[in-house]
């Protein structure tokens, strides 16, 4: 006779259940843990493969044209050519907009649309995290990615003016305040989106509007700027008018600031303009971050 | 044509919130045209560079990536188009109807705002209509290039931006050849032959944009038909 014949049968055998009496994560740590996570998945990483093509591609993108200039550099100063970068590092985001627009549209759904749609917020909120830590978490990670999108190329064409060069001091000063702005421009296109993002549960959607609000903005301005400044040759009304898209506002606060050239037909002139820039830009992110947290006070858990 | 599905995907694409936020839109290059005319004294030349700048690079290829996959993504991405392709309607008609939905609402709110601000800007009536004319047909060519890549990929609103934004703008200012197969160079062509000499220049010939133009269309509008009978509902990622 086997032993399992004398068992009885039909038990449920009790394992034992082990608690956990480990260490906890703070809620400190858990939002870090959020944004991590946010982080990885605006880029893709662990996550299907066709989910990598998009910001991978926009990071492609926005390396080549530097990889290309930092290449021209480096031959240009060789032949006696050039003394200076082909490009000013404050100037890259703006030309290479598009991409930065596709990937900001397609990055933010990403990161909130999804929990909304598929109602993940209670699942992070059983835990001791915050509804504001969540909008915290997402914002800064939504800001880290923009910014290393910006600032890749940057460090790259940096390099490459340093193989070539050229006034080493004068390069790290201008690569310094062209990272102070890349850190702007994310953090104000961080919140935009974010924002619109978090008011539809469809990723298309979201996309389709976050592109629509900055890449409209821009051609208005950036059109009604050239009509004014050069047909009513009026620069300072065209400058005030750079204060109503997103990527101008930025701008105008980098031509005040830095004293750089701008990429639109008019910067900010006069002595209030600068100033009224840079206070609308970072309002802008205040009432972002404050409508973040209106708006997830309401979502139902 | 099947007035069922017009009316569903015309309540499916303006019900509600949606035509109030496509109506903003509308209503905002009306907006532009009357600031800049408040703004600066216009001349046909600057109203003519103010409207392909606006209305031709930047809202008709958003306004018709919009409205063509707005007429039949929703029903892919909740499945519900399973229903609609079980019912005994040949599968082009479906596209014909959805198309005809998209076309339509490109027209009431992309390109009469556009003709409109146009007559703003103070255009004289040859110039509204070569835009008109010219509006009329990149919304056409955009609305079927984005439904058919809607029901060829899940993906077709990151491709159609990529084709909006990048290849149009970018790639099309840097390497001239691409100009050719560019939507918004045909729709100029259009508009270069039907407003006064010099006002509009444009890439393309009349001929080979009108080709492109009907052509495109009526062979996007068959094959979207055709990937329609074989569609396959993937699952959201």
């Known amino acids: 006779?086997?032993?399992?014949?004398?068992?009885?049968?039909?038990?449920?055998?009790?394992?034992?259940?082990?608690?956990?009496?480990?260490?906890?994560?703070?809620?400190?740590?858990?939002?870090?843990?959020?944004?991590?996570?946010?982080?990885?998945?605006?880029?893709?990483?662990?996550?299907?493969?066709?989910?990598?093509?998009?910001?991978?591609?926009?990071?492609?993108?926005?390396?080549?044209?530097?990889?290309?200039?930092?290449?021209?550099?480096?031959?240009?100063?060789?032949?006696?050519?050039?003394?200076?970068?082909?490009?000013?590092?404050?100037?890259?985001?703006?030309?290479?907009?598009?991409?930065?627009?596709?990937?900001?549209?397609?990055?933010?759904?990403?990161?909130?649309?999804?929990?909304?749609?598929?109602?993940?917020?209670?699942?992070?909120?059983?835990?001791?995290?915050?509804?504001?830590?969540?909008?915290?978490?997402?914002?800064?990670?939504?800001?880290?990615?923009?910014?290393?999108?910006?600032?890749?190329?940057?460090?790259?064409?940096?390099?490459?003016?340093?193989?070539?060069?050229?006034?080493?001091?004068?390069?790290?000063?201008?690569?310094?305040?062209?990272?102070?702005?890349?850190?702007?421009?994310?953090?104000?296109?961080?919140?935009?989106?974010?924002?619109?993002?978090?008011?539809?549960?469809?990723?298309?959607?979201?996309?389709?509007?976050?592109?629509?609000?900055?890449?409209?903005?821009?051609?208005?301005?950036?059109?009604?700027?050239?009509?004014?400044a050069f047909e009513a040759d009026d620069a300072t009304t065209a400058g005030w008018i750079g204060l109503f898209s997103p990527m101008t506002l930025v701008d105008g606060v980098q031509v005040w600031a830095f004293g750089v050239t701008s990429s639109t037909p008019a910067g900010p002139a006069g002595d209030l303009a600068g100033p009224t820039f840079l206070v609308v830009a970072l309002a802008f992110v205040a009432l972002a971050y404050w409508a973040l947290t209106r708006r997830y006070r309401k979502v139902k858990v | 044509m099947n007035r069922t599905i017009v009316r569903l995907t015309a309540q499916g694409m303006l019900g509600g919130r949606r035509l109030w936020l496509l109506g903003a839109l509308a209503l905002l290059i009306v907006v532009i045209a009357v600031a800049t005319r408040l703004l600066v004294p216009v001349s046909e030349a600057d109203a003519a560079g103010l409207l392909r700048a606006v209305a031709f690079s930047t809202f008709l290829p958003l306004f018709g990536l919009i409205v063509g996959t707005g007429a039949i993504a929703p029903e892919i991405d909740d499945g519900s188009i399973v229903h609609l392709l079980a019912k005994p309607v040949s599968r082009h008609t479906i596209v014909q109807s959805k198309l005809l939905v998209a076309i339509g609402a490109i027209t009431a709110l992309a390109v009469v705002p556009t003709m409109l601000a146009a007559v703003i800007l103070g255009a004289g009536p040859q110039t509204v209509l070569a835009f008109g004319a010219g509006a009329l047909a990149a919304g056409a060519v955009y609305s079927v290039?984005?439904?058919?890549?809607?029901?060829?990929?899940?993906?077709?609103?990151?491709?159609?931006?990529?084709?909006?934004?990048?290849?149009?703008?970018?790639?099309?200012?840097?390497?001239?050849?691409a100009r050719s197969l560019s939507v918004q160079q045909w729709a100029l062509s259009v508009t270069?032959?039907?407003?006064?000499?010099?006002?509009?220049?444009?890439?393309?010939?009349?001929?080979?944009?009108?080709?492109?133009?009907?052509?495109?269309?009526?062979?996007?509008?068959?094959?979207?038909?055709?990937?329609?009978?074989?569609?396959?509902?993937?699952a959201e990622d």
């Not at chain 1, 900055?214 to 009509?227: D, T």
Request: aromatic share 8%; charged share 10%; with cysteine.
């Open chain 2, 145 to 177: 290039l984005f439904l058919l890549l809607t029901v060829v990929t899940r993906h077709a609103v990151i491709i159609g931006l990529v084709y909006a934004l990048m290849w149009e703008s970018l790639v099309g200012s840097f390497v001239p050849g």
């Open chain 2, 192 to 234: 270069e032959s039907i407003a006064p000499a010099g006002l509009v220049t444009a890439d393309v010939g009349l001929g080979l944009a009108c080709g492109l133009i009907v052509g495109g269309f009526v062979a996007a509008t068959w094959y979207a038909g055709n990937r329609l009978n074989v569609l396959t509902l993937a």
């Open chain 1, 1 to 228: 006779m086997s032993p399992a014949d004398s068992a009885p049968s039909g038990v449920i055998h009790n394992i034992g259940y082990r608690g956990y009496d480990g260490e906890r994560l703070t809620r400190r740590g858990i939002t870090f843990g959020l944004y991590a996570h946010s982080l990885r998945g605006i880029f893709g990483l662990g996550r299907a493969a066709r989910s990598k093509v998009v910001p991978f591609g926009m990071v492609v993108v926005m390396l080549l044209p530097a990889v290309v200039l930092a290449v021209v550099a480096v031959v240009g100063a060789g032949l006696g050519q050039l003394d200076g970068p082909v490009v000013p590092y404050t100037r890259y985001a703006m030309i290479l907009q598009a991409a930065l627009a596709i990937f900001v549209a397609v990055a933010a759904p990403q990161a909130v649309s999804l929990d909304l749609r598929f109602h993940s917020l209670p699942l992070y909120l059983a835990r001791p995290l915050e509804r504001v830590d969540y909008v915290r978490a997402k914002l800064a990670a939504m800001t880290t990615a923009v910014f290393l999108l910006l600032a890749a190329p940057l460090l790259v064409l940096y390099l490459g003016s340093l193989a070539a060069r050229f006034d080493a001091g004068r390069e790290t000063l201008d690569l310094a305040q062209a990272l102070l702005g890349a850190l702007l421009f994310a953090a104000v296109l961080s919140g935009l989106s974010l924002v619109i993002a978090s008011l539809t549960a469809r990723r298309g959607f979201g996309i389709a509007a976050i592109v629509t609000v900055l890449v409209l903005s821009y051609s208005i301005v950036s059109s009604l700027q050239g009509v004014v």
